[in-house]
Structure formats: C-alpha cells, structure tokens
C-alpha cells in the first residue's frame, strides 16, 4: 500500500473488486477522485453513475472525468443517494443497474460511500444520519452476489458522532447470511480516526 489514508485503504478493494465491463457507484462524488478510480475500473464496456447534493462537487467530478477522458464512463447526478434507485429509473442507460437476476441479486459491482463533508467546502453539507442510511438500504438492494460496498466514516469535530453511531448500529445488524460486514479501525490512533469498512453481499 503506497499510503495508509483510509481512501488508500478502501481503494486497494476496490481495485481488486471492479472490472472491465462492471457496473459501479460513487455514492458521494465530492471531488470526484474515487469516481475516476471507478471508471478506469470498469473500462469503456462499463458504466459508474456518482452522486452528490452539490453542484460544485459534481462540477469538479465531471471536470475531472472529462480532463482524463473518462467522461464517457460517468454519470454524475446531483442529487442525494437516499433518492438513487429513483434518479437510476428516469436514465435509460442506468436502468440496468437496477435490473435483478431470478435468485434477487443486483447487478452493481461496487458502490463507494466516504461520508463527510466535500473537502474544502461546507461543513454543513456533510452526509447525514438519516439519509445516509435510507442510501445504504437502497444500495444493498441493487449489488450483485460478491459485489462489495466501501463505506469511510468519520466522526468528532464536525462531523459529530451521530452518523458513525447510526451507521454502525445498521451495519452491526445487517442480516448474517446475506451480507459479510467487516469494519477495520486505525486502533492506536488518538482522537476519533476514521473507520473503514467493507459490506459484502454473499
Ligand atoms: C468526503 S466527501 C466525498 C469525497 C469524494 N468521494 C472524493 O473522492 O473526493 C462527501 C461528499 O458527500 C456529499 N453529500 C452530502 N450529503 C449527500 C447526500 N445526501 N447524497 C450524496 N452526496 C452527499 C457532500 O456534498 C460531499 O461532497
């Protein structure tokens, strides 16, 4: 691993997770980098559709799809990801990513969430508790078996500690035998570090 960033940490699985031809979604696009990541992945064949309630943010995204030639690979909505499977709907080519096969799994890879507020910009515009699990639930309905769901949480400071809280009390009672959760920790870091974790649809 080049560095220990917990977006590092989170990009080493998703690097061996998404593939040519593979359906994906950044579900906070912010400054767009793990939404470029997802595109180099997925390759032409492949689709990433990316979220954000900001304009900025999704202006910076599509910025830096278009500056690395990978704005055909992207679709950037902005709009929240508790209201993703309606925005999917209305795109004829991000329907499919809705599609399910007959034993009810998804078709999406990869869906990336690093919570928080956008680098830079306003604190509060920060992903919320409430929303961010509606978005989760929403997300889980539409990987595919083996497909994986990064999540970067923070909290202390700003961010508080109400959306780390819900967010793990959610995971922690994520049905056993449909989803593997396994959440990491920065363990001998002072002060609230970020919490990494992985969602597996099994
Ligand atoms: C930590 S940043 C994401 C960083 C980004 N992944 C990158 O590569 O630069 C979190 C982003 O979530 C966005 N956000 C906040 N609430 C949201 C929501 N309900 N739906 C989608 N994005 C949201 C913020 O505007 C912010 O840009």
Redesign the pocket.
């Known amino acids: 691993m080049e560095n220990y960033q917990i ?1 590092q940490w989170c990009h080493y699985f998703i690097r061996e997770q998404v593939h040519e031809g593979d359906f994906c979604i ?11 990541l997802l595109c180099e992945l997925v390759g032409d064949s492949g689709l990433v559709a990316g ?4 304009k900025e ?1 999704v202006e910076k995204t599509e910025t830096r799809l278009a500056e690395t030639g990978m704005n055909g690979r992207g679709r950037i909505f902005c ?4 209201k993703m499977k309606e925005q999917l709907l209305q795109h004829e080519d991000c329907r499919k990513m809705l599609e399910q096969t007959a034993d009810g799994y998804g078709k999406v890879s990869c869906i ?1 969430f ?6 830079g ?1 306003l604190h509060e ?4 508790a409430e ?2 699990v509606v ?1 989760l639930e929403e997300s889980l309905t539409i990987l595919k078996r083996g497909g994986i769901i990064s999540l ?1 949480i ?1 909290s202390g400071k700003d961010s508080g500690f109400e959306e780390r809280d819900a967010l793990l009390e959610y995971l922690k009672n994520l049905d056993r035998k449909k989803y593997l959760v396994i959440m990491s920790s920065y363990y001998n870091r002072p002060n609230h570090p970020p919490i990494p974790g992985l969602i597996i649809r099994i």
């Not at 950044?26 to 470029?36: E, K, M, P, Q, V």
């Not at 709009?79 to 508790?82: A, L, T, V």
């Not at 515009?125 to 919320?128: G, I, N, P, R, V």
């Open positions: 977006t950044d579900a906070t696009c912010g400054n767009g980098h793990d939404t470029l979220f954000d309630i900001q943010a709009c929240g990801h508790e990336v690093n919570f928080g507020y956008l680098p910009g515009l920060a992903t919320k929303t961010s978005a970067c923070y």
